[in-house]
């Protein structure tokens, strides 16, 4: 499948972020593998501080792999490294 390369213009959560251009018809990617707690869990604030600090402002390479919710699932590569693993 075809990647993208995109600058993280807002981190909404601790596994999802926004676009400027759209990818696979959405702004909005959720990172592959990962499931961070969602507004109002506990963690949240953490996750949400840490996706920031790695990638808001950075151009990524984005990799779709499927649509949920109106996002672009996707596997999101910084720095020559998939972002997985903790929140």
Same mark, same amino acid.
């Given at each position: 499948? =075809? /990647? &993208? #390369?995109? %600058?993280?213009? $807002?981190?909404?959560?601790?596994?999802?972020? $926004?676009?400027? !251009?759209?990818?696979?018809? /959405?702004? &909005?990617?959720?990172?592959?593998?990962? !499931?961070?707690?969602? %507004?109002?869990? #506990?963690? &949240?604030?953490?996750?949400?501080? !840490?996706?920031?600090?790695k990638i808001k402002g950075k151009t990524v390479t984005? =990799?779709?792999?499927?649509? /949920?919710?109106?996002?672009?699932?996707?596997?999101?590569?910084? =720095?020559? $490294?998939?972002? =997985?693993? #903790?929140?």
């Amino acid at each position: 499948m =075809k /990647s &993208y #390369r995109r %600058k993280v213009q $807002k981190i909404i959560d601790g596994d999802t972020f $926004k676009v400027r !251009n759209r990818v696979s018809g /959405s702004q &909005y990617i959720r990172i592959t593998g990962l !499931n961070c707690p969602e %507004k109002g869990q #506990r963690g &949240y604030q953490t996750a949400k501080t !840490n996706l920031t600090k790695k990638i808001k402002g950075k151009t990524v390479t984005v =990799k779709p792999k499927a649509k /949920s919710y109106g996002r672009t699932v996707a596997d999101v590569i910084y =720095k020559r $490294k998939r972002l =997985k693993g #903790r929140c």
